[in-house]
Each structure stands twice: as C-alpha cells, then as structure tokens.
C-alpha cells in the first residue's frame, strides 16, 4: 500500500464525465482552467460508436494543454487531456489507460461509473472526479467510489447545467463534496492539488497523526457529543484517510485548524461523520460470490426449511440496501425454481438512518441496470416515471429495515443466514472480535456466514466451518458459548458501554475447563428450575426495551410488524396487554415497588395475572423491569405487592370513562361519514387524475417519436458531414499533387486558404488564416495584385489574367484571379500563379 502511496503522491487524475450539453460546459472549464497544475484529465462522453468525434479539435482551441484521443496502454502524463474514443470503455489502471469495446449487448452502458471506480483505484486520495451536464444518472455509481477512496467530487450546479439528469443524480448519492458552477471549478481543483497534504504520502500524514493522538481523539470525541455515533473502533487507517480528505477539501493544514473548525462549524461534524460511515455497495457485487450462494447456499436453505418455518438473514452494515434485496431476490428466485414456498425474513440494519431510510424507500437510479440482470430487473423492479428503478410491493415485504449500531447493540437472534460483506475490514481487531462473537450468537447451529474477500472469521475460525474458502462463505458448527477472552472489552471503542442485556452477557463466559463444567451442570439444573417453576416472563431495560424472555410468551406478544424494527414492549405486546402492561412498568420504575394486576384478559387465551417488578445490575443506572404472567389467580403474593380494588371512585371513574366511550363513538360514526363523502370525491379526482395521465402518456409517446425523428435527422447530417469532409480530403491532396499556388479570400479579401506552392511567390505562412490579403508581400517578378483583385471583387470583371516577366531570370509567371462563387453569387476571390517556361 505504501508503494501506491508514493505514486499517487507523485500527480492528481481528474476524470471528468459529461453527456448532453456537456460540449459548452467542458470549453468553459478548460478556458478558466491552469494549463500548470501537474494533473493529467480524462474526459469521458458519451457517444454514439459510430459517430467521429471532433471534441479534440474543438477543445484544443480553449487549452495549451495537448489533447487527444486516448491510446491503448498509454501512461498518464501531466498537463494532458485525454478523450474517450466513441464506442470504447476507458479504464485507468497503474497510472495508464486501458480500452475495452463496450459490451454487444443492448443493456445501458454507463462508461462514467467505469472510468470513476478505477480511477478511485487507481489513484485513490489522489483523483478528483467532475460530473457536467448530461441526462440520466451515469457516474452517481462512480462517484461512490471515489468518496470511499478519499478522493474529492465535484458537481457542476444543476441550476446551470444544460440538462440536470446526471448532476441531480449524482448529489442525491449523498457523497458530493461540492456542487459548483463551472467558473468556481478551476479554483477549487487548484487549491486541492496544492494543498500541502498532496505532497505527503499518507504514511507522513499518520505520523502527523500519531504525534498528535490527543487532538484526534478530541475530533472523535466532538464527533460523539454531536451525533451520538463512536468512531473509535474503527481502524486508524480508515479514520486519517477520512480525516486527511475532509482538511484537504476544506484547506485545513493541521489537526488542531481543522479541529478549531469543526468545533465552530455544525455542518462539518455531519459531513465527516458521512464520510466515516462509508456507504459503499451495490446489487450483487462479485457475481461469482452471488452464483456460488445461489447454488450452495440460499437453494438448500429454500429445500430444508420445513415450511412452518421463517428463513431468517441478517444484513448489518447493510447501507442503502442494495445488499439486502439481492439477497431477496434470489430467494424469490429459488422459490420459484424449485416450486416450493417459504416465508423469507431479510432484516438490514445500518447505523446510518438517512441511509436506511433510502433503503425503506426501495427507489435506485436507472445506473443499477449495469449491476442487477436484465430478468431480475423486470421480474423485481418497476420503471418509474423518471427513469429510476423502484422494487416490486412483493419484494420490499421481504426485507425489513432497522436502524441498528453493530459494536453497541444487542444482535439479532435465531439466524439461518448472517451476510456482512466488507464492514470488518475498517474496524480495529478487537471490534472486529466482539462483533464476531455477536455473528456466532445470532446464527442458528448449521447457520451460515458470509464475509467480504478481504476478511475472515479471525480467531473465531474454530467455530465456523468453510463452505467456500474462495467466496469466505462460513458455517456454524456447534452452538457452544465463546470464551469472554476472546473479546477485549477494554477497547477504547467499547469505553462507557453500561448496557448490556443479558442475553448477551451470559454468553461470554470465563474459560476455566473446570468452572464451565461445574456451571454447565448449574446451568442445566437452573434451567429446569426455571421452567418448571417461573412463568412466561418479559425483561425490559428502563426505557421499556424488551432484552430477554424466559418461557413461551407467545400467548401475551405478536409478531414484528412490517417495516422499522424496535425493541419496545408497546410493539411486541399484543394491544389489548400493552397499556395495562406499560402502565404497570412506569409505576414500578418511579415508585421502585412491585405491582400485580388481577384479572387481565387476552381474546383468546382467557384470563391472566400480571405481577410486574424491577431489579438493578451494577447500580441504579442500571434498572431492568420484569414482567411475568400467570395464569388465573396467582398462587402467592407478597405483601409488598399492590392490588388495584374496584371502589366507590373507580366505579365512578368507569361510568365516566363509558360515557366518554359513547360520545367518542357517535363522533366516530360522525367523522366515517365525513370520511365516506371525501373518499368520493377523491375516487372523483383520482378519475380526473388517471385521465390526465393517459393524456400525459400519449404526449411522451409523440416526444419519443419526435425523439427518433430527429436521431434520423442527426444521422443524415452525419452522413452529410462525412461525405464534406471526404470532398475537402479529395481537393486537399489534389492541390498537392498537381503542386498549384492557388490563395483563396473572402468576399472581405481575407485569407481563407492557400496552397503549399503558393509560398514560392508570396511571403505567407499558416498563421496568416484571416489576415487581409494587402498585407501580404509579393516576391519578384509579382507587383502588388490588389487592382486586379479588387476589379474581380467588385464585379468589374469575372476573370482577369496578366503575366508577370522577370528580366533577370527570364521567366514568366501567367497569374490569373477569378471570383469565387456559390451558385450563382460571388462569395470571394481565387489567385493562381502558373510558371511560364
């Protein structure tokens, strides 16, 4: 890595992707921008295969930088612009450019997200990448990538751009560092490359680092206080490449300025704090890691199940979600292959709740048709009206999404599947220990593991079998509990951690062969105990979080409910339980007594009592609430215990709250009426709306028509332009191979062309193109030719000859000037000069 380190530091790559309207938005950028920065720039457009670009003629005029079309293998060099040529792929590898044909296939081709992800490969910290005008949402891929690599992103103000497809697309991705018009640009990429962190390599810059632990700590610890997120266990690496980025974008030259500057800046702490949560992903990436599931994994998961059982997968780190419905979608796949049903439960969780959100919302860019079959996209995906993807209802009712923090929060249980795929990679060891030890207690026995290529199971290998070493596809073995030494809990990323259920607790145990023994078999009596002699019992934490269950509660819960989940008693109780039951913990908490509530009952499971206390671990900070069911009367109840007993007041209280039943009744008959008359009126407009939808349709119908009227159109001037520029080849090499001194002017007797042969007689040169012709000087025997030629300009005469003799040498040369004409109009004037023997 530090080998890289040391190229990357040598210059800046800017990529730079452009599609309609991209032409005036690129001669702008290049007419502002320094032709000295050290940077080489790649453009990539996108063009029709067929088409002959002339982007390097026309750009050439707005740069002294040398521009071309790209070659094959060519190395990089400083102060050069290199173009994509039509109908190829541009990939940058070691510093050189690679071409491929674009693929024969007709799926979408996306060369800007190409061009951006090897490029943030490549050149890591040191890229840059630029999106221009153009329509869709090429490059909002690429641009993922280039965060994740700490290179910096800029986009051309939508505002400004011609067409806003492509911008809009690009900063809805969340990872856009600036949105500008084109003339801020230039000055934004200068004072990027020179900042004095792109002369260091990044091993200088983690020594700045390291010399100054205390001020990162103290970003990190700002970073805590304002969002509630601790990036302590993440790898140093990982946490100065994020940091080195945010200083570099914001011209920040050492930790304490950019610590001063978070401090006074509440934008900043959420930019950095997007920057560590790193959301990279995308649908099925690696597609041998996908086909190698498919087969080994999710179709004998599909078989095995017995069909009165939910598959259960976990995605944790699971970002906008990509992940997750790809694995849906193969399960869906599967069912449908092998003819049989299951009931599939995808749970994705993410730290990052705007991430999350956009997951929940199952709505990606057209960019993703690069990235998911062209079955699969029809099968599970809907077009939406503005090209974006958006997954089918059936779909999206196979997943559901949690805001979740994996080192903190307790894991999801009772797994078939758990697939974290390049999270680990950016934690420190001793997170990535604890977070395995959450992995082992969330998979079933026989459950599978799956991870990113770069990470493995660690020290908790002996745990998990290999299923496929190459895909670091993993199973459990054996439900045993690990050993707490594996887990270093006095890592600084799990300091000030109070809360941890039990659940979890008992599952790390001490690793004396002889002390698990002995509680092996206390265990085992314990649990008998219990079951013969506890009844079904809830146990929450102070804010009413269920975190264990002992016995079979299912009389008293219900399942999760589609969507966000939450531990809280309110959302696993069933409701006619839940406010008695909630009632009952808040008494408990504020008056640290016990209470019993007589005569509860269930629809279907008949009557209950409910005997509801707390108890602390560790202290009262940390107060757990117990609530234990029994079934009729219950058979002993201290005295402590608190009774609620009918009374003159609580009759009185229920009559009241009948009376008030009543009333909120007939109001309710009142508003469904209401309710009733405005669902009318809506079905009225919904009517309206479906037929200005039909009529919206028909209009894109005739656009798309007039969109391929004038692609034809487009064509034909191709065609013209071709067969123009083959007539001017043809006239070019005939001037020259019949060696003629011919000049051509304008109607303004300006110079438009001229002949090699034409120097023998006249001082003239290339840079001479629209001079006026009287400036020229005329070698001997020639005197001036402007008589003759303003006789012929002015219509006086068609065509005049004249000889010129020079007595020295005895020669001659015949010169004859004509007009020249356009049909049947003078449009300028033609000298030729032949030599008389």
Not at 438 to 455: I, N, P, T, Y
Not at 473 to 489: A, E, G, H, R
Not at 688 to 702: D, G, I, K, R
Not at 782 to 808: A, I, P, Y
Request: glycine content about 4%; charged content about 25%; some cysteine.
């Amino acid at each position: 890595m530090e080998s890289k380190d040391e190229h990357n530091s040598s210059h800046y790559i800017v990529g730079i992707g452009a599609s309609a309207g991209g032409l005036e938005a690129l001669q702008e950028l290049f007419n502002l921008l320094p032709d000295n920065l050290g940077a080489s720039y790649v453009i990539v457009q996108h063009l029709s295969p067929d088409f002959k670009s002339m982007m390097d003629e026309l750009l050439s005029k707005n740069t002294s930088m040398a521009v071309h079309q790209a070659v094959e293998g060519e190395e990089l060099k400083s102060n050069t612009v290199y173009l994509i040529p039509a109908g190829k792929l541009m990939r940058i590898a070691e510093g050189k450019i690679y071409l491929s044909d674009l693929p024969p296939d007709n799926r979408i081709n996306l060369p800007i997200n190409e061009l951006f992800r090897t490029l943030a490969e490549d050149a890591q910290n040191h890229a840059i990448g630029i999106i221009l005008s153009g329509t869709g949402s090429d490059g909002s891929r690429g641009v993922l990538s280039l965060k994740e690599m700490g290179a910096m992103v800029i986009v051309q103000d939508p505002d400004e751009a011609k067409f806003d497809g492509m911008p809009l697309n690009a900063i809805n991705t969340g990872s856009v560092d600036f949105v500008l018009p084109i003339r801020d640009i230039p000055d934004q990429i200068k004072r990027f490359i020179q900042h004095p962190l792109a002369r260091e390599t990044r091993s200088k810059f983690r020594e700045h680092l390291s010399k100054n632990s205390k001020i990162l700590d103290d970003i990190l610890a700002l970073i805590n206080t304002r969002t509630e997120l601790d990036f302590r266990a993440y790898k140093e690496s990982t946490v100065s490449r994020r940091i080195e980025h945010r200083m570099s974008i914001n011209s920040k030259h050492t930790l304490f300025e950019y610590w001063e500057y978070l401090n006074s800046t509440p934008e900043e702490v959420e930019l950095v704090k997007q920057d560590l949560l790193i959301g990279v992903t995308q649908f099925f990436r690696d597609v041998e890691v996908w086909e190698k599931l498919y087969e080994d994994v999710v179709k004998p998961l599909v078989l095995e199940t017995p069909p009165d059982e939910t598959i259960r997968l976990w995605c944790p780190g699971c970002s906008t979600g990509e992940e997750a419905y790809s694995y849906a979608i193969l399960f869906a796949e599967a069912m449908e292959e092998l003819d049989v049903h299951r009931q599939v439960t995808v749970f994705a969780s993410d730290i990052d709740q705007s991430a999350i959100a956009f997951a929940a919302n199952g709505t990606y860019p057209s960019s993703i048709s690069s990235e998911v079959p062209a079955e699969y996209l029809t099968k599970h995906f809907k077009l939406l009206n503005d090209s974006n993807y958006q997954v089918t209802k059936q779909l999206r009712n196979m997943v559901v999404f949690a805001t979740h923090n994996l080192i903190q929060d307790p894991p999801f249980s009772n797994m078939n599947l758990v697939s974290c795929r390049n999270t680990l990679i950016y934690l420190q060891n001793s997170a990535q220990q604890k977070v395995m030890a959450f992995f082992h207690f969330a998979l079933k026995v026989r459950g599978f593991l799956v991870l990113g290529s770069a990470e493995s199971p660690g020290s908790f290998s002996i745990y998990f079998d290999f299923t496929d070493q190459r895909s670091r596809i993993y199973q459990k073995t054996k439900d045993i509990k690990v050993p707490s030494s594996q887990i270093n809990s006095s890592s600084p990323a799990f300091r000030n951690r109070n809360y941890k259920p039990k659940a979890i607790s008992s599952y790390l145990s001490t690793p004396n062969k002889r002390i698990e023994k002995e509680r092996k078999s206390a265990t085992i009596g314990r649990q008998a105990v219990m079951d013969e002699y506890i009844p079904p019992t809830l146990i929450t934490d102070a804010k009413l979080r269920v975190v264990y269950s002992y016995g079979d509660t299912s009389p008293f819960t219900e399942k999760l409910r589609p969507g966000l989940v939450t531990y809280d008693l309110s959302d696993i109780l069933l409701d006619e339980l839940s406010g008695q039951a909630i009632s009952a913990a808040h008494q408990v908490l504020r008056e640290h007594t016990s209470v019993l509530m007589e005569d509860v009952k269930t629809e279907e499971n008949g009557s209950w009592s409910l005997r509801c206390f707390s108890f602390s671990e560790n202290g009262p900070d940390n107060t757990f609430v117990a609530l234990s069911f029994f079934e009729g009367e219950m058979r002993k109840i201290p005295i402590s215990d608190i009774t609620y007993e009918r009374g003159e007041q609580t009759e009185k209280r229920i009559e009241e709250l009948d009376n008030a039943l009543i009333d909120c009744q007939k109001l309710y008959r009142e508003a469904l009426e209401d309710l009733d008359t405005t669902s009318e009126e809506l079905q009225s407009s919904n009517e309206e709306l479906m037929a200005a939808n039909e009529e919206l349709q028909s209009t894109n119908e005739e656009l798309q028509s007039v969109n391929e009227e004038l692609y034809t159109v487009n064509s034909e001037y191709q065609q013209k332009i071709a067969e123009l520029t083959d007539i001017n080849n043809d006239l070019e090499n005939l001037m020259i191979a019949t060696h003629l001194a011919v000049l051509f002017l304008n109607s303004d007797l300006k110079i438009r062309r001229f002949t090699q042969a034409m120097k023998q007689y006249v001082n003239i040169i290339d840079f001479d193109i629209n001079r006026d012709f009287r400036d020229l000087s005329f070698k001997k025997p020639l005197k001036s030719l402007e008589d003759l030629v303003s006789q012929v300009n002015r219509g006086q005469k068609g065509s005049v000859t004249e000889v010129f003799t020079n007595e020295t040498t005895d020669t001659s040369l015949e010169v004859t000037v004509s007009q020249y004409k356009i049909g049947d109009r003078a449009k300028g004037v033609i000298i030729s000069i032949i030599e008389l023997r």
